[in-house]
């Protein structure tokens, strides 16, 4: 009895195959085996590492997709079951670029996307790949030009191969093909089956032009214009013309004077005797040559002419009288000051209204009667006043010369006088005083009598004064003072702080934003917005004007207002662009204030031509619409002096009214 011979290693079935999981080596065995800490094919990863890669980790999962396992962490089984983890990290397409910069080995790498792992070709396997590619066998050794082995000889045999008799069907027509053959004749007499046509090898011509549908996309043919038939020839080109077309001498040096393009013939009329004396004409090939150019370079296309109703052009916009209320008439003429009033402000509550003029005065008036309540006569010519719109504090910051005064007018309400009084009072100066760029000094005797409760000095003048909406800070404008041109002020601390280290440009405007920590600067020509609590500049809108004179930021917060000196008014929409949504060109001269209502969809702007324009701004929630703006009124009453017009507009609080200040000393209001 003969002994079977044991098959070679590498004949056994994977699962016989020696690993370290099967012989119950451990990874620890392997090392202490092994005392070189590198693998044994000479890498540089370790010796257990090199050992268990080798191993195989073949996928056995079979014909499955592999994005079924995009969402697990492993990427199937191995023959024993357990699950092949995927690489703890991915490429990205930078860590690809660099592996395929760094990498030698980058072009013989392939990934295998059932075990996740890059696979690097061996030599065999890189020569099968470029065999195969260049259309040759995949063995080495095989070779396609054997000598051929003739199966059946060449030469003609006396006995056939085979002896059977012949078939009985072979002598017999086929009763099949007879049907066919029947039902073929039968097509062809009904016409069913039609004979081929001999062919004709006779070149045919097609007319392009022949069947032509006007209507055809073809526009090319569609919208085809011939070229310009030349005029015939006239008197002036005859070779005997009549004697009233030849030229006199100084019309013939009045045509050479001329311009080619100017002249009305390109040629001097000429008198021969007879034909046969007619020279041949010298610009022949050079007027033929421009001829053949205008034919071919000159694009010829039929213009359609479309008809549209101009009135189709004007953007839709609703009626003025669907979009009341708004101010339509004025009501009241404020008087009372002798020079032009720059500004005003109203109350929180709407009852009082203060205004500043250059007769050094600000007054304050009863909204509803026109009545002066109360003048203070101040140091200066006033350039801003604004009340305080915290509705617990009665104060009015008003700027004079290089100060800002705060007034107690003493209207209202009188425990809310009171109370004001008190808080200014209650003020306890810190026991290391702060170097502070201004002065604050408390107003005593006559001052405190007439209402003024705290003074404010600067170095230089004060332009601009403009509450924060809760009414604890305050901030200044003083435009020729270099890097302190904005300055913010605390009342209840009496703190003062320079917000910005270096101004860029000459600062015409602040305001404060109505909800968010923001912060507007208009310079001359942008508005850049600041957010004081990250310290950063958010935005830098382009004003694409002249000067900036005033701005005004909607309630809500998202849009703002500019206008300037060059008769513009932009509107902003902060969420869409740095760029003007809108920029409306009403007025004829320089725009000197800006206003939006604080409930109504309404903005107002004056300017030195005497008119105040009142227009609907219909800000949407839905963040796709964009704002409708529409004017719908114009107001005049202001009389033009010494070249100014309306120097100030403001909204009433809680009424769709509107006050303006002009050159004329007066103020109005329209409702």
């Not at 011509?205 to 055809?216: F, K």
């Not at 705290?454 to 435009?479: M, N, S």
């Not at 004017?631 to 403001?650: M, N, Q, S």
Request: contains cysteine; hydrophobic residues 35%; charged residues 25%.
């Amino acid at each position: 009895m003969g002994l079977l011979a044991r098959p070679p290693r590498t004949h056994w079935p994977l699962a016989f195959r020696e690993s370290p999981i099967r012989t119950g080596w451990s990874e620890s065995a392997i090392l202490r085996s092994e005392p070189d800490q590198f693998g044994p094919d000479g890498s540089d990863r370790p010796f257990s590492e090199s050992r268990i890669l080798n191993c195989d980790i073949r996928n056995t999962v079979g014909n499955v997709p592999m994005e079924w396992y995009q969402d697990f962490p492993h990427i199937g089984y191995n023959l024993d079951g357990q699950k092949i983890f995927k690489p703890l990290r991915n490429k990205d397409q930078l860590d690809a670029f660099l592996d395929k910069m760094e990498n030698p080995d980058y072009w013989r790498t392939v990934h295998d996307k059932t075990t996740g792992r890059d696979i690097k070709l061996t030599d065999e396997q890189v020569d099968l790949v470029e065999r195969l590619q260049r259309g040759q066998f995949g063995d080495l050794k095989y070779n396609p030009y054997e000598p051929a082995v003739d199966f059946f000889t060449h030469e003609t045999m006396i006995h056939p191969v085979t002896n059977r008799p012949a078939d009985k069907r072979s002598f017999i027509p086929s009763l099949i093909e007879k049907e066919k053959v029947s039902k073929l004749v039968h097509a062809i007499k009904m016409g069913w089956i039609q004979p081929r046509k001999p062919r004709v090898d006779a070149p045919n011509y097609y007319d392009l032009w022949a069947q032509e549908d006007p209507n055809a996309i073809l526009g090319r043919h569609k919208m085809h214009v011939p070229a310009p038939k030349r005029t015939l020839p006239g008197h002036e080109e005859s070779y005997n013309p009549p004697p009233e077309y030849l030229l006199t001498e100084e019309e013939r040096l009045a045509w050479e004077q001329l311009d080619p393009e100017d002249r009305k013939l390109p040629f001097v009329p000429q008198q021969h005797k007879a034909l046969r004396v007619v020279p041949a004409y010298a610009r022949f090939i050079h007027e033929r040559f421009e001829r053949c150019l205008d034919l071919y370079l000159c694009p010829r296309q039929r213009k359609m002419r479309v008809n549209v109703d101009p009135e189709d052009l004007i953007p839709k916009l609703p009626k003025p009288r669907d979009l009341q209320p708004f101010p339509t008439t004025q009501s009241l003429v404020y008087r009372g000051h002798l020079d032009l009033v720059r500004t005003i402000s109203v109350s929180p509550s709407g009852q009082w209204l203060v205004s500043g003029s250059d007769d050094c005065t600000a007054r304050f008036w009863e909204v509803s009667t026109g009545r002066c309540v109360k003048s203070v006569l101040l140091e200066g010519a006033v350039k801003s006043v604004s009340w305080n719109p915290n509705p617990a504090l009665v104060l009015v910051a008003a700027c004079v010369e290089k100060s800002v005064v705060l007034l107690n007018p003493g209207l209202g309400d009188r425990l809310l006088c009171s109370s004001t009084d008190q808080n200014l009072s209650a003020f306890q100066p810190p026991e290391e005083e702060r170097l502070q760029p201004v002065k604050w000094e408390a107003s005593e005797g006559a001052r405190y009598e007439q209402g003024q409760r705290l003074c404010v000095h600067h170095d230089k003048a004060v332009k601009q004064v403009t509450w924060h909406a809760r009414g604890d800070y305050f901030a200044v404008v003083l435009p020729d003072n270099g890097n302190s041109q904005v300055l913010i002020h605390q009342l209840s601390k009496r703190r003062t702080q320079n917000p910005f280290r270096k101004n860029k440009g000459q600062v015409q405007r602040v305001l404060f934003h109505p909800t968010r920590p923001f912060f507007f600067v208009a310079t001359q020509r942008y508005v850049r917005v600041y957010n004081l609590l990250k310290q950063e500049l958010t935005k830098k809108l382009l004003c694409n004007c002249k000067w900036v004179s005033s701005i005004a930021v909607h309630p809500a917060g998202d849009n703002l207002i500019c206008g300037s000196y060059d008769s513009k008014l932009a509107w902003f929409d902060m969420d869409l662009s740095t760029k003007p949504y809108r920029v409306l060109r009403h007025h004829k001269k320089a725009l000197r204030g800006v206003a939006f209502h604080r409930h109504y969809p309404l903005f107002a702007s004056g300017s030195d031509d005497g008119s105040v324009i009142v227009c609907h701004g219909m800000v949407y929630n839905d963040l796709l619409q964009n704002p409708l703006i529409v004017p719908v009124k114009v107001l005049r009453g202001h009389e033009i002096t010494r070249d100014l017009g309306v120097l100030d507009v403001l909204f009433h609080p809680t009424q769709p009214w509107v006050f303006s200040s002009g050159a004329d000393a007066t103020i109005r209001l329209y409702t």
